[in-house]
């Protein structure tokens, strides 16, 4: 392996950033430190010499022999970052990736609509430091609309860090192998609820970790290998998912049969998809549906996490009572739709993927209809014996 120069100081020019707190600053990786569940923390690891480069507003770099840096997230609690990096030189540089990235669900993860109706809701900073992880407390910060930005992901300890080394360009790049596993995504898609419960709020990357694709990171399929107009091979940015039905549907594999001349059973199980599905916000769910030849429609199956409401002297806890969503290893879910009366062939059945139920539609002032998706659908034109 080469030795490599790694690490650099990114310094505005125009403001000179604040010292970093003694909490975050760059520090020797411990000896097999335990890593929380809720919230990963990991190290950088390189080759070659231990070198802190700081990068001036000319360009230059000048050497400040620093400490390993340590992992730092944005995640679901506070992580001390002291002051954002501006978002903008990294645009400037590597406009096509950026150009994927605008309009993506990490970019605007602030501003996206669903999240800003409940958000007005519940302003809490649990949600704020996921989803506008650069941005302060002030509700008039501009750096809340990049989201989930390059820098978020790419500048630690106020160095920049990549899956593999390099030394080209403007810039050093520390090898950060974490990055290429599924553990990198953990900070913010596997955290507790603001009051601990035997179930965690959101728990994707303990999904796949049970999936039957646990052995494939998630960069494999929400960051997939392309070819940039020089040949050269990366890793996409536009983290595609909602509002891509055919993308969501790939992750199911689902089949139709009738029971009898009133009930109808739709089986659905994980295909290529490493969690659970839905996965992610506790309020995502499936729907399935079917109507007959002349229009009736059976009772609907939700296929969700299922909570109860626990009052406290501190306010309300929603606590999980139910999982029934499609589970990630691959065994099946089946809903069995019901008719009032007995149908008449052929029924037409469907899967609907939903971001919440209509009770929270209503009190976020959510348009469920228009954000739905059909993800999967058939047909069953006689009765199974």
């Not at 990991?42 to 400490?67: D, K, N, Y």
């Not at 994707?204 to 399929?221: F, I, L």
Request: aromatic share 6%.
């Amino acid at each position: 392996m080469v030795a490599l120069p790694v690490g650099h100081e990114l310094e505005s020019c125009h403001q000179r950033r604040r010292t970093v707190p003694e909490n975050v600053r760059p520090q020797a990786e411990p000896q097999e430190r335990p890593a929380s569940k809720s919230r990963v923390r990991r190290g950088v690891s390189f080759a070659g010499a231990t070198v802190s480069l700081a990068l001036s507003c000319t360009g230059e770099i000048h050497s400040t022999a620093p400490e390993k840096p340590a992992r730092v997230r944005p995640g679901p609690a506070p992580q001390g970052r002291p002051d954002a990096v501006s978002n903008a030189s990294c645009v400037r540089c590597h406009a096509d990736i950026a150009a994927e990235w605008s309009g993506s669900l990490h970019q605007r993860a602030w501003d996206d609509p669903t999240f800003l109706a409940a958000y007005a809701v519940e302003p809490l900073p649990f949600c704020r430091n996921c989803h506008a992880p650069e941005a302060s407390d002030d509700e008039a910060d501009p750096r809340r609309h990049e989201g989930v930005s390059c820098v978020t992901c790419h500048v630690l300890s106020r160095r920049v860090v990549g899956p593999r080394p390099s030394r080209n360009g403007p810039h050093p790049v520390l090898a950060a192998p974490d990055m290429a596993t599924s553990e990198w995504c953990g900070g913010c898609h596997e955290f507790d609820f603001p009051r601990p419960q035997a179930a965690k709020m959101q728990r994707t990357v303990s999904e796949h970790a049970a999936s039957q694709h646990a052995e494939r990171p998630c960069q494999t399929c929400h960051m997939p290998v392309a070819t940039d107009r020089l040949g050269r091979t990366y890793r996409r940015h536009d983290f595609r998912v909602q509002g891509n039905p055919a993308f969501i549907g790939k992750a199911l594999s689902v089949t139709g049969r009738t029971i009898d001349d009133r009930r109808v059973e739709v089986s659905l199980r994980a295909a290529a998809v490493g969690h659970a599905v839905p996965t992610g916000d506790l309020y995502r769910r499936l729907v399935v549906r079917a109507v007959d030849a002349e229009g009736q429609a059976a009772r609907p199956v939700v296929l969700s996490r299922r909570f109860v409401r626990v009052d406290h002297a501190d306010g309300p806890e929603r606590r999980e009572v139910a999982d029934e969503r499609v589970p990630a290893s691959g065994a099946p879910r089946h809903a069995e739709l019901f008719f009032f009366s007995p149908f008449v062939l052929p029924v037409h059945w469907e899967v609907a993927y939903q971001r919440m139920g209509p009770v929270e539609a209503a009190v976020f002032g959510f348009d469920l209809e228009a954000d739905e998706s059909v993800v999967a659908k058939g047909v069953l034109t006689e009765e199974d014996p």
